[in-house]
């Protein structure tokens, strides 16, 4: 047997699962392997999935109790619509990111970004509210790579949206976490702020090996960040492969009526002058209408 050849444990993988709610499949049967250091973009329309699966991967929601199962860093998070046991400690290595930032407003950023560091401490010392000079530090670390360090003693609801976002992040440096999950994080961004914000998500990705997960509704900046795509439709995996490869027909069946939607995203982020897009995919787009 060659032993070259190594096991690599995915970062995320999800089997057979599936999540209804009512009458309505979320998901269906979604099944995907993600690799540990990937950068990934989860499109679709609106009500294709995204988030739900998000949060099933974060431990925050069951699927279908019949069938599926997953798995984070090749621990169990759940099986069978059962949350695994160790599923808190395992919680604490995913860095969730939202599209509305979930700061505390009235806490200075700083503040914000240090509570990243509470699953690892213990219950009386996060109740003290006395944070160790390590963790300080961390925060401070975190704020300048994500280039919000003058802003550290700012209340957090003082902030652009973009550097609310930044700050998010920072929050997920601190916490240390080896996968982000981030859930249409530059959705209420303006062009320039979401280009940052998609930048430090990949320059902690290229640079710490962190897996990224992005939920997206511009495709343009899925191309243009993650290497790699899934697509999702009413809940199913309709595309797992190279963005780049991602073709006008299919964007066009993934979008449908929401096309127009599309199209005024992407036009927005075009008025980014720093923006460049792969004219192969931008041509693609573009022909989908
Ligand atoms: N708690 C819930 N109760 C009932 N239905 C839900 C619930 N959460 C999600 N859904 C339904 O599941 C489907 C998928 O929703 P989800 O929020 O995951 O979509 P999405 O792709 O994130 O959409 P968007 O782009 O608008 O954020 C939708 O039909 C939605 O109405
Ligand atoms: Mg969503």
Same mark, same amino acid.
């Given at each position: 047997?060659?032993?070259?050849?190594? *096991?690599? $444990?995915?970062?995320?993988?999800?089997?057979?699962?599936?999540?209804?709610?009512?009458?309505?499949?979320?998901?269906?049967?979604?099944?995907?392997?993600?690799?540990?250091?990937?950068?990934?973009?989860?499109?679709?329309?609106?009500?294709?999935?995204?988030?739900?699966?998000?949060?099933?991967?974060?431990?925050?929601?069951?699927?279908?109790?019949?069938?599926?199962?997953?798995?984070?860093?090749?621990?169990?998070?759940?099986?069978?619509?059962?949350?695994?046991? /160790? *599923?808190?400690?395992?919680?604490?290595?995913?860095?969730?990111?939202?599209?509305?930032?979930?700061?505390?407003?009235?806490?200075?950023?700083?503040?914000? $970004?240090?509570? /990243?560091?509470?699953?690892?401490?213990?219950?009386?010392?996060?109740?003290?509210?006395?944070?160790?000079?390590?963790?300080?530090?961390?925060?401070?670390?975190?704020?300048?790579?994500?280039?919000?360090?003058?802003?550290?003693?700012?209340?957090?609801?003082?902030?652009?949206?973009?550097?609310?976002?930044?700050?998010?992040?920072?929050?997920?440096?601190?916490?240390?976490?080896?996968?982000?999950?981030?859930?249409?994080?530059?959705?209420?961004?303006?062009?320039?702020?979401?280009?940052? $914000?998609?930048?430090?998500?990949?320059?902690?990705?290229?640079?710490?090996?962190?897996?990224?997960? *992005?939920?997206?509704?511009? *495709?343009?900046?899925?191309?243009?960040?993650?290497?790699?795509?899934?697509?999702?439709?009413?809940?199913?995996?309709?595309?797992?492969?190279?963005?780049?490869?991602?073709?006008?027909?299919?964007?066009?069946?993934?979008?449908?009526?929401?096309?127009?939607?599309?199209?005024?995203?992407?036009?927005?982020?075009?008025?980014?002058?720093?923006?460049?897009?792969?004219?192969?995919?931008?041509?693609?787009?573009?022909?989908?209408?």
């Amino acid at each position: 047997m060659d032993s070259a050849v190594s *096991v690599v $444990v995915p970062a995320v993988k999800v089997t057979a699962l599936s999540k209804t709610f009512g009458c309505c499949k979320a998901l269906d049967d979604v099944s995907i392997d993600i690799r540990p250091g990937e950068m990934v973009a989860l499109i679709g329309a609106s009500g294709s999935g995204k988030s739900t699966l998000l949060r099933h991967i974060a431990g925050l929601a069951r699927g279908d109790g019949d069938r599926g199962s997953i798995e984070v860093d090749g621990r169990p998070m759940q099986t069978l619509g059962r949350l695994a046991q /160790g *599923v808190r400690k395992n919680r604490s290595g995913i860095g969730f990111v939202f599209q509305q930032f979930n700061l505390v407003g009235r806490l200075p950023v700083f503040t914000n $970004v240090l509570t /990243g560091s509470l699953a690892r401490m213990p219950l009386w010392r996060s109740l003290s509210g006395f944070f160790p000079r390590a963790e300080r530090e961390l925060a401070i670390e975190a704020l300048e790579r994500v280039g919000i360090l003058d802003k550290a003693w700012v209340r957090a609801s003082a902030l652009s949206g973009g550097q609310q976002q930044r700050a998010a992040i920072a929050r997920t440096l601190v916490q240390k976490a080896r996968i982000i999950l981030a859930d249409e994080p530059i959705a209420s961004l303006d062009p320039e702020s979401s280009r940052r $914000v998609m930048e430090i998500l990949a320059r902690i990705n290229a640079e710490d090996g962190t897996t990224v997960v *992005v939920s997206l509704h511009q *495709v343009d900046f899925a191309t243009r960040y993650c290497p790699r795509a899934i697509a999702l439709k009413t809940g199913a995996v309709v595309y797992d492969g190279p963005s780049a490869q991602l073709t006008p027909d299919l964007l066009r069946n993934l979008y449908g009526s929401q096309a127009e939607e599309l199209t005024a995203a992407r036009s927005t982020a075009m008025s980014s002058a720093a923006f460049i897009t792969d004219p192969d995919v931008l041509s693609a787009a573009i022909a989908v209408h």
